[in-house]
């Protein structure tokens, strides 16, 4: 979906760097900034169920540890991992409390809490806490690695 990347990618240049995202008050600075954006981004894109947008933001090597404890292993993993899901499809909003980003090594730290809404749902149906390796190797911050602890049933 070009054009939904292209809208989401506009409104997080215009908009998203100069919106708050609720419980994160940590002071901001550019590099910050671009993550949070990268953030809100990523949260539209599954909450459209564009997963083929949500991988931009991921390494190609990325690691995820799903609520469950389930080790995904790369972003093709990813794909074969969701496709499998049965039931409702899902959608998860990740909230960053804070943002630690090393300018040398070029990576950040992030942690948060995060839920999870089932399609046409506003109520989250689960959630917890959740913490993000970013990487800017490439110039743009990526996710190159995810941790999400269940800790609620909504």
Do not use: H
């Amino acid at each position: 979906m070009t054009s939904l990347k292209t809208i989401i990618q506009g409104i997080g240049l215009l908009c998203f760097g100069f919106l708050s995202i609720p419980g994160y008050a940590q002071k901001s600075n550019p590099e910050t900034e671009a993550i949070l954006t990268q953030r809100q981004a990523s949260n539209l894109a599954l909450k459209a169920f564009d997963e083929e947008l949500n991988n931009t933001f991921l390494t190609d090597d990325v690691l995820i540890t799903t609520g469950a404890g389930t080790l995904i292993s790369g972003k093709e993993a990813l794909i074969e991992y969701i496709q499998k899901v049965s039931g409702s499809r899902m959608f998860w909003v990740r909230t960053p409390d804070e943002i630690i980003v090393n300018p040398d090594t070029q990576l950040a730290w992030e942690t948060g809490t995060w839920k999870g809404y089932q399609e046409g749902s506003e109520e989250a149906m689960v959630g917890g806490k959740y913490s993000a390796q970013w990487t800017k190797k490439s110039g743009t911050w990526l996710i190159q690695s995810q941790l999400f602890v269940t800790l609620t049933d909504e």
